[in-house]
């Protein structure tokens, strides 16, 4: 059953450099929200101290605990859906964690649910954002990692093991380069953040600088000071992800494509290359109307998703559960 207008929700997105934790309303709206650094940390109690950083984070906030009907929580992939085990590949101190059980030892008696973070952004930009008024849709996270959630028929699709619509792993080059999933060619392994700069710094991007100097915020603000490498890697990445809407698209006659993630935070910079891409592969009419867009909610996306897990388990988490 949705949750009556009043009550509030414990939203949390994971990701691999990132912790965020905040309320959200059973309207969508994020009522206060936290932001910290996920630890890097791969000593034996790694995980723990991740947990205990995000319990931390959660403490700070305003709100009596009291108030909280559910938890909804969007982590990095891949994981056992639904019991909530993560093994997010840009967290190494996680694998096989038992977040959902463990999150749910914290808070006793309220509904948990763990679904994966580029999930919670299409389901976010689904209900409240920029695929709003549609009922098939794309949405992905470009950021540490690239990740997918897919809304067909006005339903969020998790797939036999809740990893559907993971794009970040479908490939877009034959034969490099090598992602840390295993594979060869992976969306992410091109367009990612992490894996976007070192390819810039290989180029002669920024030599000589400390690698916490050289994120994707410094190669986008160069980029727009035309530095050459910079412009060249933020095409190369369009161009990837132009390769793997343009293959998601005819696949799954998506009609909208939302975007979020810090990396997209790179305008036309980015959408520009993958704009002419996309329009480039795109033979068959059915596909040519699909529409990329900039997540509506920018960086709190991975919020509103979690949230809606709980507000809307109708439509965003399987039925009985």
């Not at 977040?99 to 749910?104: G, V």
């Not at 034959?174 to 969306?187: K, Q, S, T, V």
């Amino acid at each position: 059953m949705p949750v009556k207008p009043t009550e509030r929700v414990l939203a949390i997105d994971i990701g691999g450099t990132k912790l965020a934790v905040g309320v959200v309303d059973s309207g969508g709206r994020v009522l206060e929200s936290l932001r910290g650094a996920t630890p890097q940390s791969i000593v034996p109690d790694g995980g723990e101290l991740i947990l205990r950083t995000l319990l931390g984070l959660i403490g700070e906030l305003k709100t009596d605990p009291a108030q909280f009907v559910g938890v909804g929580v969007g982590c990095g992939g891949p994981m056992r859906w639904p019991q909530g085990e993560v093994s997010p590949l840009n967290i190494e101190a996680w694998r096989g964690f038992p977040l959902r059980a463990r999150l749910a030892e914290a808070f006793p008696g309220l509904p948990v649910r763990v679904h994966n973070d580029a999930v919670c952004l299409a389901v976010a930009e689904h209900w409240r954002g920029a695929g709003q008024n549609t009922q098939d849709m794309l949405g992905m996270v470009v950021s540490t990692g690239v990740g997918g959630g897919l809304i067909l028929g006005g339903r969020l699709i998790d797939g036999r093991t809740g990893n559907a619509g993971h794009i970040g792993h479908m490939i877009v080059h034959a034969d490099e380069p090598l992602c840390a999933c295993g594979a060869i060619g992976c969306l992410e392994a091109v367009a990612s953040g992490p894996r976007l700069t070192g390819w810039a710094a290989e180029q002669g991007w920024r030599p000589g600088v400390p690698a916490q100097q050289r994120a994707g915020r410094e190669l986008v603000d160069d980029a727009r000071r035309g530095h050459p490498i910079a412009l060249t890697a933020l095409r190369r990445a369009g161009r990837a992800l132009g390769l793997a809407i343009a293959s998601s698209t005819v696949l799954c006659d998506v009609e909208v494509v939302a975007i979020g993630g810090g990396l997209s935070q790179a305008g036309p910079l980015l959408f520009d290359p993958l704009e002419a891409t996309l329009r480039e592969r795109l033979g068959l009419e059915f596909a040519r109307g699909v529409r990329v867009v900039p997540a509506a909610f920018g960086q709190e996306s991975g919020l509103v998703g979690a949230a809606a897990l709980i507000v809307h388990p109708e439509r965003y988490w399987a039925p009985g559960d």
